[in-house]
């Protein structure tokens, strides 16, 4: 999932909307990021004008506190993602 996102972000987009939802693993093992429907295209100056778009559970810190967000938004979502999908719950939640 890493790998996507860093492809993605070399592309010059942040994704917006990584969660476990969106993270497909087949039968024999394979691994692949899903829904692209929210990509944002990122400014030169690394950051993007944040919209609330995605889902609020993953969103980072920085979305709640700032207008401008850069693609460690996707891997603050990634990494409550592999903690969610490793404990069967979301992070932020008590069990």
Do not use: Q
Not at 40 to 45: A, E, H, L, T
Not at 68 to 81: E, K, P
């Amino acid at each position: 999932i890493h790998l996507a996102l860093s492809y993605v972000h070399s592309l010059g987009f942040i994704h917006h909307d990584v969660k476990s939802e969106n993270i497909l693993i087949s039968p024999s093992g394979n691994v692949k990021l899903a829904d692209f429907g929210l990509l944002k295209k990122i400014r030169k100056d690394c950051y993007v004008e944040y919209d609330y778009r995605g889902t609020r559970d993953y969103f980072a810190p920085e979305c709640f506190s700032s207008k401008f967000v850069s693609t460690y938004v996707d891997y603050w979502a990634l990494t409550v993602s592999i903690m969610e999908l490793y404990y069967g719950f979301h992070p932020f939640e008590h069990p």
